[in-house]
Nanobody
Framework: QVQLVESGGGLVQAGESLRLSCAAS????????MGWYRQDPGKQRELVAT???????KYADSVKDRFGISRDDAKKTVYLQMNSLKPEDTAVYYC???????????????WGQGTQVTVSS
């Protein structure tokens, strides 16, 4: 079993910063791409940022100049540094990871339970 546990969400004012963390645990042989997504009630889940095992990063246009994604493979953790937060960044943030549970296993995508980020104006 693989678990992803997010932390770091909360309530902040516009212009402030937050850092989200997502730690993977369980039966893990290798982790490929890790990422962050967000979802507002009544809307589809949307990509925020991803980072490959080689360090290549991808961002949504809406966060490109404000958010930074990074990972620590020794800790099996992905981070999302969110700066200059805006009310429209309010959402539940989910992390995900492409995981190979053991050698020669199939890659599977796992999701965390989500962490609420609320930005007040």
């Amino acid at each position: 079993q693989v678990q992803l546990v997010e932390s770091g969400g909360g309530l902040v004012q516009a212009g402030e910063s937050l850092r989200l963390s997502c730690a993977a645990s369980g039966s893990i042989f290798s982790i490929a791409t890790m990422g962050w997504y967000r979802q507002d009630p009544g809307k589809q889940r949307e990509l925020v940022a991803t980072i490959t095992s080689g360090g290549a990063k991808k961002y949504a246009d809406s966060v490109k100049d404000r958010f930074g994604i990074s990972r620590d493979d020794a800790k099996k953790t992905v981070y999302l540094q969110m700066n200059s937060l805006k009310p429209e960044d309010t959402a539940v943030y989910y992390c995900n990871a492409d995981v190979m549970a053991y050698r020669y296993a199939l890659w599977q995508v796992y999701w965390g339970q989500g962490t609420q980020v609320t930005v007040s104006s």
